[in-house]
């Protein structure tokens, strides 16, 4: 990490660009007072939920970050704050966008923007910050590869950090792989709404919550477990009725038809996975119980 943890200070300095560009626009060229506006779109929430976990996904990379801190005893604080700016940043864009351009708000908001320099300005910074955020997304993976390439070829598992020809052509590979999907995936909102319904609400939610619980049970509060319970039926319920709603929306797309359920139909959804959810987990705190008190 330390060898590319400088670009995250262009990564973020380009999203802060990206974000007054946005917010700047949407007061220029936006006219809140002749746009429709919905307080509530109980339908759209599912699949705001699976893209909303996306802004803030980064738990594959936070094990990595812990273990370069110098202080690891700072790594709470550094949480904390990191999520802290995460939605100050992302709050000001998603607000005044809806506000200034209502429901004809275009996913993504760039788009909304126009054609001219300040969609352009905006477009080349999200570019930048995506090209100088993904060594650090990539990190854990390129090192899992390394360690595999590494031990499959026999060689010692600090042979590629110190040759850099292997390292870059492994590095490259797999940037040259990801570039072939992401250009050739023509439902790119409906998939990544797939996948943080699925394996990225895995690693935000369920895991470290289960995980902590597993630890933890003889140390924390009953009213802390309680919390968890509560925390993991809301992301079980939003993550089930997301990862529904994104399939829909990848049946729609390739079939190119336009499915319209009742609302009485969605709701019934949402109660029976409820339903579910209130079980699973009932089970699961359960056996998670009978488990620390057979091992006293």
């Known amino acids: 990490m330390k060898e590319i943890s400088w670009v995250a200070v262009f990564g973020m300095s380009a999203t802060a660009l990206t974000v007054v560009v946005i917010c700047v626009s949407s007061i220029i060229y936006g006219d809140s007072s002749r746009k429709d506006h919905v307080f509530v779109n109980a339908q759209q929430y599912p699949y705001a939920f699976s893209v909303f976990l996306f802004a803030f996904g980064g738990h594959n990379v936070f094990p990595a970050i812990q273990e370069s801190m110098e202080n690891k005893e700072d790594y709470f604080k550094m949480m904390n704050v990191s999520f802290l700016f995460t939605i100050i940043l992302y709050l000001p864009p998603s607000i005044l966008a809806y506000l200034y351009y209502g429901t004809e708000v275009q996913s993504p908001v760039l ?60 590095r490259t590979f797999v940037l040259a792989i990801q570039t072939a999907i992401a250009c050739s995936l023509p439902f790119f909102g409906d998939i990544m709404a797939f996948i943080g319904a699925s394996t990225v609400s895995a690693t935000i939610f ?73 079980v699973v987990l009932g089970v699961s705190m359960w056996k998670l119980y009978e488990n620390h008190r057979l091992s006293r």
């Open 111 to 170: 788009l909304s923007l126009g054609h001219g320099a300040p969609s352009q300005v905006a477009t080349i910074a999200i570019t930048l910050h995506i090209w100088l955020t993904i060594p650090i997304i990539n990190n854990p993976l390129n090192l899992w590869l390394e360690e595999w390439v590494a031990s499959r070829f026999k060689y010692s598992n600090d042979y590629l950090s110190h040759h850099f020809l292997p390292r870059f052509l492994l």
């Open 206 to 278: 369920f895991l470290p919550c289960f995980f902590y619980l597993k630890l933890k049970w003889d140390e924390i509060k009953l009213v802390e477990k309680i919390w968890v319970f509560i925390l993991l039926l809301l992301a079980t319920i939003g993550s089930a009725v997301g990862l529904y709603t994104a399939v829909l929306g990848l049946v729609q797309d390739v079939s190119q038809n336009t499915y319209t359920l009742p609302d009485w139909f969605f709701y019934i959804i949402i109660g029976c996975l409820t339903y579910f959810s209130i």
